[in-house]
């Protein structure tokens, strides 16, 4: 019973793409802060139910819920499940994304404006009633998206840093309802991080560009150069727990945002 009742004070975080990547590393992060995180996932549920154990290991309760946030139906459930596991919301991340995947956008040319605009945006309008003063909202995303239309792209990912600039400046327009209930933003951009698809995109298109960019923000092409996703991890749970960041603060992972070339 004191166990239980321990638990259910921790305060409560839902980690969206929680299986792999940088969200796994996120769940983790904040289970050693002594966070209960709730984590979403499409389709691989062992996967996340790995996370979820690690979490457990780490003394914090966890919980999976697989969906995919682009569906109605899925994003009533997922909420549905977390008001019954917790009832409450102290942290959102917003961390899930796509556009790479092919047979989804061959089937739905819009898919990335979808995942990475329109569904955290109705996630954050859905959770928002779960949220009181002192909550936090952590939008992730990644240099190239943070600054999409002033710097140079990686045609392949060009779509993805598009659609998550816009989900972006759909978050930030909903400034004003997160600060009627004293619930503030925080903004995680992270340069290529190892352990992600997107070293291995870039090598597709031009075998030296990771080396290049390990280059400029490390001076050495050994990896370990760029940031990895505990990292992004550690940025994400201090933007959580630091309540000195102002509303709307942007921290910076990786080589800075100048160091990203600009458009000509």
Do not use: C
């Amino acid at each position: 019973m004191a166990d239980e009742q321990a638990t259910q004070q921790h305060p409560v975080a839902l980690v969206t793409g929680g299986s792999r990547g940088i969200g796994a590393a996120t769940v983790r992060a904040l289970a050693a802060r002594s966070y209960d995180v709730a984590l979403t996932y499409r389709n691989k549920s062992a996967r996340a139910e790995k996370v979820a154990a690690q979490a457990r290991e780490l003394g914090a309760d966890a919980l999976t819920i697989g969906g995919d946030m682009t569906q109605t139906n899925d994003l009533t459930r997922l909420l549905e499940e977390l008001r019954a596991w917790r009832g409450r919301l102290d942290a959102l991340i917003l961390n899930a994304s796509g556009g790479l995947e092919r047979d989804l956008v061959a089937a739905d040319p819009a898919y990335p404006l979808r995942i990475n605009r329109d569904a955290q945006v109705a996630l954050l309008d859905s959770a928002l009633p779960l949220m009181g003063a002192g909550g936090v909202v952590v939008f992730v995303t990644s240099h190239w998206a943070h600054l999409y239309g002033q710097v140079e792209q990686v045609p392949t990912y060009e779509p993805v840093a598009a659609s998550k600039h816009a989900g972006e400046e759909a978050i930030l327009a909903r400034r004003p309802s997160l600060a009627a209930r004293g619930v503030r933003l925080a903004i995680v951009t992270g340069d290529v991080i190892e352990g992600t698809i997107t070293p291995k995109l870039i090598a597709r298109v031009g075998p030296t560009l990771t080396d290049d960019r390990r280059e400029e923000i490390g001076g050495s092409v050994a990896v370990g150069a760029l940031p990895s996703v505990d990292d992004m991890a550690r940025a994400i749970a201090d933007a959580v727990t630091n309540a000195t960041l102002a509303d709307g603060a942007v921290s910076v992972v990786g080589g800075a945002l100048d160091s990203i070339p600009r458009l000509r």
